[in-house]
């Protein structure tokens, strides 16, 4: 934790626009690390709500509403990947085949070793008479899983490893990656958001007609209309805090305060149901906060290692659950003849999601990114 906030002072901050340099951002925004984890636990617990009717006595839209931890993922990609990318962009360094391969080490080791996971377990299942075979082992959708287009409209419904749609989305948006640099280009960041906006309110709007579904209903059925103006919102965000910051137009203090209000907000928000589009405008305003907290080096409570480890981990949080839900029903049938999970199991089931995901993460996760980005620069200085 830091003992002071390291900003340069406001006169500061205008001789060096004056001079037109920009303040540089520290290489890890911790913050917007340790928000992976509170979106990957809020999914988590949405998945495994259905598993313990007891929560139904609290009536909330808390939990209900735990689907959108999806779509924070995805405005927190788009301003991600605008930080670790822009700079490059803006010298020439930026090489959209290494983008991609960087990006493909990133996702797709893991998804293939769940897809391989769920096989074992529905063969074993099978052969327990655990699990019945059915549309989550369809072989009909295996290669539009391991193609990674099975959020494209490929499919007619959910099969393997579920929430992988959220990572064909995802595919998608960095495929499309180019178009967005090319837009950052064309407006500046507050014109920027402001179209980001109009964009999602458009595709919201056409998303019922276009198929009777909400766009944050959205997953196999062309998930890819969710992700694309929640990226590019995510894209102008972090522009619009990066510009806020190196002006120095808040104070640490503020932004101390903020935080935990924009917190609350949504808390409330999301406990009295309200319409999704209200509820993404409240967490894209945290996660504008949290990234002026992580340019300007604000100490808070998000930057602590614990919380930080647990973002860090958190795609391999959001990618195993699934399986230690389907098995954990398939095994609460057998124990309690019920798919109602007493709470004790249920709990001991969450919990037991996380040492897996930092297993998942250390064995697979790591190492797998490590020797594809060593082949690809072994690759490279042989050229």
Known sequence: MHSKVSLPNLNERRRLMQLGKTIAAPLDLKELTSIRFFAALYVVLFHAYDSLPSLYAWDSGLIRNGYLGVDLFFILSGMVLTHVNIERVRAGTFRYNEFMLHRIARIYPLHVTMFVAFLVLYTIAGWAGLLKEGLAQNWGYAAQHLLLIHAWGTTQGHAWN?????????????????????????????????????????????????????LTQRSYDFG?????????????????????????????????????????????????????????????????????????????????????????ISYSTYMVHYIFLVAGGGLALKLFGSPAFPLWYWLALILAIYPASALSYHIVELPSRRAIRAWHSAKKSKA
Not at 176 to 205: D, E, H, K, T
């Open 162 to 214: 579920g929430p992988s749609w959220s990572i064909s989305a995802e595919f998608f948006a960095y495929l499309s990656f180019p178009i967005y640099l090319l837009l950052l280009r064309l407006w500046r960041p507050a014109p920027g958001l402001l179209v980001a906006a109009i964009v999602f309110a458009l595709i919201w709007m056409a998303s019922p007609i276009l198929q009777d579904t909400r």
């Open 224 to 312: 890819i209309l969710r992700i694309v103006p929640e990226f590019l919102l995510g894209v102008f965000l972090y522009q619009v805090a990066r510009q806020v910051h190196t002006a120095g137009q808040i104070s640490a203090g503020l932004l101390q305060v903020a935080m935990p209000l924009a917190i609350a907000a949504y808390l409330v928000a999301a406990h009295l149901d309200m319409h999704d589009p209200v509820l993404i405008f409240f967490m894209a305003l945290l996660l504008f906060i949290l990234a002026l907290c992580s340019l300007g080096e604000v100490p808070n409570l998000m930057k602590h290692p614990g919380l930080v480890y647990l973002g860090e």
